[in-house]
T-cell receptor
Framework: AQSVTQLDSHVSVSEGTPVLLRCNYSSSYSPSLFWYVQHPNKGLQLLLKYTSAATLVKGINGFEAEFKKSETSFHLTKPSAHMSDAAEYFC????????????FGPGTSLSVIP | DAGITQSPRHKVTETGTPVTLRCHQTENHRYMYWYRQDPGHGLRLIHYSYGVKDTDKGEVSDGYSVSRSKTEDFLLTLESATSSQTSVYFCAITGTVSGNTIYFGEGSWLTVV
């Protein structure tokens, strides 16, 4: 069975410092992995996705994530936080062979301190 | 832009009335989903569809029904709205057309008074 764990419910960083949002997953099959961002009262916007190509995935707004199969992790990073990065972030896993299995992590709320 | 729109975007309705939310896509994706998002619960799947007239229940389907009579439209109906159904509802789509990427609508804010 699939599952997604986001290890921190809330992360707070200072502007200009690195961001690390952690995600671990379990999947019986080759998964597709995604990170989404949601700003207050907005929909979910795709940041990046992994679908078995390069293990280091670059996304929008300077974010990237590395797929580590041995650790079953897909952590999201950004070298330097910006105030506009303050939002809720969701790690999502889906099975590429079974689209009815889309599992959301509980979300990590990122605060950026000026 | 994945060509997905939800309507209405905001609605206030009274307890006991029926409500229908519409999700419309222009990209011919096979799979469509309805989620609700509530504080402390994240996103929870209500129903999903894997083709015209093919639907299945998610984890919080009680009190909701869906229909998909054509590829582009997926309707979510609250048969008799209750205050516990006050929530933000998101439609999502995916399939081989999008390279398995899941795209979300902008959300429908529903308040049941």
């Amino acid at each position: 069975a699939q599952s997604v764990t986001q290890l921190d419910s809330h992360v707070s960083v200072s502007e200009g410092t690195p961001v690390l949002l952690r995600c671990n997953y379990s999947s019986s099959y080759s998964p597709s992995l995604f990170w989404y961002v949601q700003h207050p009262n907005k929909g979910l916007q795709l940041l990046l996705k992994y679908t078995s190509a390069a293990t280091l995935v670059k996304g929008i707004n300077g974010f990237e994530a590395e797929f580590k199969k041995s650790e079953t992790s897909f952590h999201l990073t950004k070298p330097s936080a910006h105030m506009s990065d303050a939002a809720e972030y969701f790690c999502v896993v889906s099975e590429t062979t079974s689209y009815d299995k889309v599992i959301f992590g509980p979300g990590t709320s990122l605060s950026v301190i000026p | 832009d994945a060509g997905i729109t939800q309507s209405p975007r905001h609605k206030v309705t009274e307890t006991g009335t029926p409500v229908t939310l519409r999700c419309h896509q222009t990209e011919n994706h096979r799979y469509m989903y309805w989620y609700r998002q509530d504080p402390g619960h994240g996103l929870r799947l209500i129903h999903y569809s894997y083709g015209v007239k093919d639907t299945d229940k998610g984890e919080v389907s009680d009190g909701y029904s869906v229909s998909r009579s054509k590829t582009e439209d997926f309707l979510l109906t609250l048969e008799s709205a209750t205050s516990s159904q006050t929530s933000v509802y998101f439609c999502a789509i995916t399939g081989t057309v999008s390279g398995n990427t899941i795209y979300f609508g902008e959300g429908s804010w529903l308040t049941v008074v």
